[in-house]
């Protein structure tokens, strides 16, 4: 069973950035098929970015030309650069794997990140 592990979160202030960072344990790993999900007090959780399962990366519109997923399969991570941050992308952020039947594994954590105006 896979284990996932997020962190990198913290406070910024708009216009900043963070590089949050997933670690998965437990079994095999692959980086595609991953995804950033993130989910605000009050609202539900969102997929933010993903890799498809052939290796290319799909994001929100909400996100979009800030956010950029990249992964290492030799470090079984998958990681989320977060430029040019809002108060609105305030939240905590999950990695999971996307499926068509929505995120598969057991939720980590999380990470928190809160972005100041």
């Known amino acids: 069973q896979v284990q996932l592990v997020e962190s990198g979160g913290g406070l910024v202030q708009a216009g900043g950035s963070l590089r949050l960072s997933c670690v998965a344990s437990?079994?095999?790993?692959?980086?595609?098929?991953m995804g950033w999900y993130r989910q605000a007090p009050g609202n539900q959780r969102e997929l933010v970015a993903r890799?498809?399962?052939?290796?290319?990366?799909i994001y929100a519109d909400s996100v979009k030309g800030r956010f950029t997923i990249s992964g290492d399969n030799a470090k079984n991570t998958v990681d989320l650069q977060m430029n040019s941050l809002k108060p609105e992308d305030t939240a905590v952020y999950y990695c999971n794997r996307v499926t068509a039947f929505g995120p598969i594994l057991p939720w980590g954590q999380g990470t928190q990140v809160t972005v100041s105006s």
């Open positions: 437990g079994s095999r790993f692959s980086i595609n098929g």
């Open positions: 890799i498809t399962s052939d290796g290319r990366t």
